[in-house]
């Protein structure tokens, strides 16, 4: 069978011989073929895991979008996903893409955040809210830590190691700044907000060079990120693990399809590692503190 | 040496949503003279208190230690009353003091369905 066919097949897409797309990504081992009838949506997602494009080769998931051409945002109907010779119709109930609510990808833990660290360890940032958090994640950057993951971090339930997770870096002119790095630097593509400004999409791997690693590290610590700051310094304080986990279980990304390993693995990350609450003051000075109380 | 009281609590983490223990109704057990048995449950350590992984019901909870002695006197031949009597007499404390708190820990875990009648 072609791949208009499947189009046709699993998505009901009229007219898709023609205009179909590919491409191919691997995400924490497992290998994704996208066919798309819209140019637009494939270059959007090409352009956000851009780190993990890869040759073409057997597929372990392929997700099949029949969204018409001037659209971006598939509605339920308009995808569906193959696993195996099993075709099943997207819901609209998780994202398309990347499908991580199927197996193999299904079995990762996935939290809120950012991951940070020094040598073989990384300070795991937690919160929902971004332009904090990657601040802070690239005020550390500026003083020698390394990037494993911004957005969600991947977490083996099986030996509580962060995987690195590439995905393209959303940078305003601040952290930009804060990084030294030039507008014009080629591996940034400028876009506008729906606010209005005037943000940065970048490759980690071509920004940060040796500051994006691609190795899976041991938790340190913990942080989980105040909203509010504290008009001045900023603060860490430890949380006991009872209010750790509760914290930790409202960072999940999603519901873990196999409920006990996941949450045995959060009860086991608690137990062993330091957590804490950081109340911020400025990027520089907050990295300054982590990376001196948590990292060196 | 008997073990200090301490108000029992139990905390809900549920993945993406946490429901405070005060929104658990009353415990629907209390004055039908029945025992209390509890619904099986992969049971962790997490310092001085446990945590609950309630499969069927994709939940976590995490109960302080008076909370999981509570939870263990649920055995199927004791009621309500019959853990109050037994919780106040292991930390020699009056039924009143112990009865407030552990219907809260109650109301939760019958909530949960971790905690039902037991059968005749």
Request: aromatic content about 6%; proline content about 9%.
């Amino acid at each position: 069978m072609n791949d208009a066919a499947l189009l046709r097949l699993s998505t009901g897409a009229a007219g898709a011989e023609d205009t179909s797309v590919q491409a191919m990504f691997e995400i924490l081992d497992a290998r994704i073929r996208v066919i798309s009838s819209s140019v637009n949506l494939l270059r959007q997602w090409s352009m956000q895991y851009a780190a993990f494009r890869v040759r073409p080769a057997a597929a372990d998931i392929t997700v099949v979008v029949g969204v018409s051409e001037h659209s971006d945002d598939p509605q339920p109907g308009e995808g569906a996903v193959i696993v195996g010779d099993l075709v099943r119709p997207w819901t609209g109930d998780e994202p398309l893409f990347p499908p991580l609510w199927l197996p193999p990808l299904d079995g990762w833990l996935y939290l809120r955040g950012s991951a940070v660290g020094r040598a073989g360890e990384a300070v795991l940032l937690l919160s929902e809210q971004r332009p904090g958090r990657t601040l802070l994640s690239v005020a550390m950057l500026a003083r020698g830590a390394w990037l494993l993951a911004d957005e969600i971090i991947p977490l083996d339930p099986q030996d509580l190691l962060a995987a690195p997770f590439p995905k393209a870096l959303i940078l305003d002119r601040e952290a930009l700044g804060l990084l030294g790095i030039d507008l014009a630097h080629p591996a940034l593509m400028p876009f506008r907000t729906p606010a209005g400004e005037v943000e940065w999409r970048a490759d980690p791997q071509l920004l940060l060079g040796a500051h994006a690693s691609r190795v899976a590290a041991d938790a340190g610590a913990l942080v989980f990120l105040e909203s509010t700051g504290t008009n001045g310094r900023p603060r860490l304080a430890p949380l006991t693990r009872r209010e750790a986990l509760g914290r930790l279980c409202a960072q999940l990304h999603r519901m873990p399809v196999r409920f006990q390993v996941g949450m045995d693995a959060l009860v086991q990350l608690c137990r062993r590692t330091p957590t804490y609450t950081l109340a911020p003051g400025s990027p520089e000075q907050s990295a300054r503190l982590l990376d001196e109380e948590l990292l060196l | 040496m008997v073990p200090s009281w301490e108000e029992p609590r139990v905390w809900i983490m549920h993945p993406q949503r946490r429901t405070p223990p005060d929104e658990a109704p009353r415990p629907v057990s209390l004055g039908t003279g029945k025992a209390l048995v509890r619904r099986p449950a992969v049971e962790r350590r997490l310092d001085d208190d446990r945590v609950l992984i309630d499969v069927i019901g994709k939940a976590t909870y995490v109960l302080n230690p008076t909370a999981w002695e509570s939870w263990e006197l649920c055995d199927g031949r004791r009621t309500p009353d019959q853990i109050v009597s037994e919780l106040a007499r292991r930390y020699q404390v009056d039924e009143a003091t112990v009865a407030p708190g552990f219907l809260r820990v109650l109301a939760v875990l019958e909530a949960a369905e971790l905690v039902v009648e037991a059968d005749p």
